[in-house]
């Protein structure tokens, strides 16, 4: 596990973004998996000023996010759909049509949970997956559990989730289910980048980059197990 420190958030992002940036320029035709939240906003943006100086091109590149509530339209601005969108998606030369996100607003969310996993996993690997973190230590919505699932499922929030991504919801209209890549569909990836920022952070990723731990109580720990992990944080997370 590869760990990089940076000063702030504005150069955690930048650091997040080089490597994509690398990526796509030895690699045009990449499969990218993409995370949401508030994490990876600042390295969409560098994305995009990328993409707008004619540095990378995103025609050739592949996306699959890891998750999406259940249920959500995508027209919804809390979907992250719509997240994408707005954030990297609209702002890129990327073709719509090979952006993937689970879909929130299908009849029956274990079908789609199985044509999600099915989809991701006939594809090329995907040569970088990108991850945030949650408080708890959930990466995408792979809940602390006694059991954690591998493949895409249906999943329902803890309460600390819930009250974590409120924020997003005004009106208190959160949905309680997500459906989610599982740690194996994670860790499919040839390569993981982990993006890690602010003071609530700290206990996560303390047992993140604790060799000496893993448990299903902490869902980043699995990441041990993968060959190909590179940290990215920032000094509050670091310090706490
Ligand atoms: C959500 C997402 C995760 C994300 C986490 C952290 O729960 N499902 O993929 O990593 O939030 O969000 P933030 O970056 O806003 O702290």
């Known amino acids: 596990m590869k760990l990089i420190v940076c000063k702030d958030y504005e150069e955690m992002s930048l650091e997040g973004a080089k490597i994509a940036i690398e990526q796509l320029k030895a690699k045009p ?3 990218l998996g993409l995370c949401t939240g508030s994490t990876p906003i600042g390295m969409y943006a560098d994305l995009v000023k990328a993409n707008k100086a004619g540095e990378i091109s995103f025609k050739k590149v592949k996306t699959y996010n890891l998750d999406e509530y259940y249920p959500i339209e995508p027209t919804n601005i ?11 998606f609209l702002h890129v030369d990327i073709d719509l049509n090979n ?6 607003n299908v009849k029956d969310p274990y079908e789609e949970a199985k044509r999600y996993e099915e989809a ?7 040569d970088i997956q990108y991850l945030g973190l949650g408080n708890n230590g959930h990466i995408a919505f792979n809940e602390p559990a006694e059991n954690l699932e591998l493949k895409t499922h249906v999943t329902g929030l803890t309460e600390s989730t819930i009250q974590a991504n409120l924020r997003f919801f005004p009106d208190g209209d959160i ?7 599982g740690i194996g569909t994670i860790m499919s990836a040839k390569r993981i980048v982990i993006l ?10 303390m047992k993140l980059l604790d060799k000496e731990y ?3 109580a902490w869902p980043c720990t699995m990441l ?14 670091y310090e706490g």
């Open 29 to 31: 035709d990449s499969v």
């Open 78 to 88: 809390n979907s992250y759909r719509y997240f994408m969108n707005d954030n990297l």
């Open 99 to 104: 952006t993937n996100v689970p879909q929130g």
């Open 120 to 126: 991701v996993r006939a594809d090329r690997q995907m």
């Open 175 to 181: 949905p309680t289910k997500a459906l989610t890549m």
């Open 196 to 205: 890690i920022n602010g003071k609530k952070k700290h206990e996560a990723l």
């Open 214 to 216: 893993v448990s299903t």
């Open 224 to 237: 041990k197990f993968h060959p190909d992990v590179t940290v990215i944080c920032d000094k509050e997370a």
